[in-house]
């Protein structure tokens, strides 16, 4: 007999590990505009912002990082490009992470538990982070002699005058949480399903880095300090054995529930003692003698 590790399969959830869904609704809508008036809060500092910009730019290339212009390079060659990139940014990072969330709840109760205190986790650092360390993005740099694309060809998320902008705050770069939040979804689906695609979720952050460094909204060091504060919060955050395993089951065709190829005990009537792939068993076919125990013993 053996145990079989898989990894998880496309049986039914375990509602047991499924929280409240008013609670849970509650308590992400609250978790959202906590961050979201947080991110207004740290609104405002500007000339601290870009002296930080400019720290950020000479460490990357002291780091010898490559040029975020190169990325948008690739962008500038096509029209219908930068706006396919400029929709990406801007209607695609909610959504995709809301499904996301949506679709372990249903599906996957322990691994959406284990994502939304991930996910919560990180977006609680990168508050912090916007209220110590205000950065402003490479296309306010003039340094940077970039592109706001997202201005010059639409569509844009943001104001034009980023110091009144009461939509968003746009000193709130580092780190990025599109590109945290995309790695995060990629990782989790990864987690939750076992098709040899799966995989191909790595897409998703791949090609939210490239639109967040091409459309100049984040530097690589944003990208970067995002991904190790998300490792910290995956090693906080373990899942349950449970939801790493399916329960361990019979392998061969002498598991339980077949009725093939199954051990047949000497003592079963017969005689043959013999068990699966012809092997006989070293016990003795002689019959107990009447009013005595094997062994001899009453």
């Keep these: 007999m053996r ?28 978790l959202f505009l ?39 390079g690739l962008l500038l060659h096509s029209q219908p490009l930068i706006h396919a990139a400029n929709t990406y940014y801007a209607a695609v990072h909610f959504p995709a992470t809301a499904l996301f969330l949506i679709w372990l709840y249903w599906r996957r109760p322990a691994h959406y538990v284990r994502s939304r205190r991930v996910l919560a986790a990180l977006t609680g ?17 003039p340094a940077a002699g970039l592109v706001d694309t997202g201005q010059v060809y639409g569509p844009t998320v943001y104001g034009q005058t980023p110091a009144t902008d009461t939509m968003a705050n746009q000193f709130a770069a580092m780190p990025s949480l ?66 790493r395993t399916v329960p361990a089951r019979l392998r061969g065709p002498g598991a339980r529930g077949s009725g093939e190829g199954a051990p047949v005990p000497v003592y079963a009537g017969g005689g043959s003692g013999t068990y699966e792939g012809g092997v006989r068993a070293a016990i003795s076919e002689a019959p107990v003698a009447s009013g005595t125990y094997a062994g001899g013993a009453r």
Excluded: C
């Design 178 to 243: 599109h590109v945290g939040w995309a790695v995060m979804v990629a990782l989790g689906l990864i987690a939750a399903t076992r098709s040899r695609w799966r995989w191909l979720w790595l897409l998703h952050p791949a090609i939210t880095l490239f639109v967040v460094v091409g459309t100049a909204n984040h530097y690589w060091l944003d990208a970067i300090v995002v991904v190790a504060l998300l490792a910290v919060a995956l090693a906080a955050f373990r899942l349950p054995l449970s939801a």
């Design 125 to 141: 650092a990168a508050l912090v982070l916007h209220l110590l360390f205000p950065l402003a993005p490479p296309r306010m740099l």
């Design 34 to 72: 906590a961050y979201k008036f947080g991110r207004q809060a740290a609104n405002g500092h500007v000339e601290e912002a870009f002296r930080n910009a400019g720290s950020v730019w000479d460490l990357e290339r002291a780091l010898h990082l490559p040029g975020e212009g190169a990325v948008q």
């Design 3 to 30: 145990l079989a590790r898989t990894e998880p399969t496309d049986q039914e959830p375990d509602i047991r590990a499924r929280p409240p869904l008013v609670r849970e609704f509650l308590l992400v809508a609250g």
